[in-house]
């Protein structure tokens, strides 16, 4: 899901200078509530316009932390139905197999030649309202990942 733009410039703000560190380029910023891997892009489309979920509310923080080894994030929590919707939607297709359990985050980079990010621990805050989601796909590259906006499906308010 796209990141609104407050929550963008406070994230650009953060000291992103640590060489050792392989940082996300902004432009690419977004929460994912749900990784599949080699799946068709088409057939996944046509679940996920299928998803009837509301509106829900994000909250970043506390502290950036990592995620796994070397993934360097900023938690965010108050996703989880929205995650299961997404999760129920496309819940019928092979690429679900050893998926990893929701943990709502924006990653920041990944450790590349570090114990320890510098800005790991720093206070994060923040929460806005998500009224849409994303189907984005994602390829490798040299520089890392790009992603490109397949779909986007807008999400009613909670209290409809």
Known sequence: MPIPAQVDVELRRLNRSQPEVQ?????QWHVTLQFLEHCDIGVIEESFLQIRAKSSTAVLGPRISLLGRNNLVVPVRGLTDLAHQ???SVEPHESL??????VGHLTLGRLKDANRAKLEGTPVSGSFVVTELELVQSVLGIGGPT???VNRLSLPPQFE
């Not at 940082?23 to 432009?27: G, I, Q, S």
């Not at 197999?97 to 929701?102: A, H, I, Y």
Request: net charge positive; proline share 6%; hydrophobic share 25%.
């Open 147 to 149: 992603h490109t906006t």
């Open 86 to 88: 997404v999760q129920k």
């Open 97 to 102: 197999k050893n998926q990893l359990s929701f």
């Open 23 to 27: 940082w996300t380029n902004p432009d």
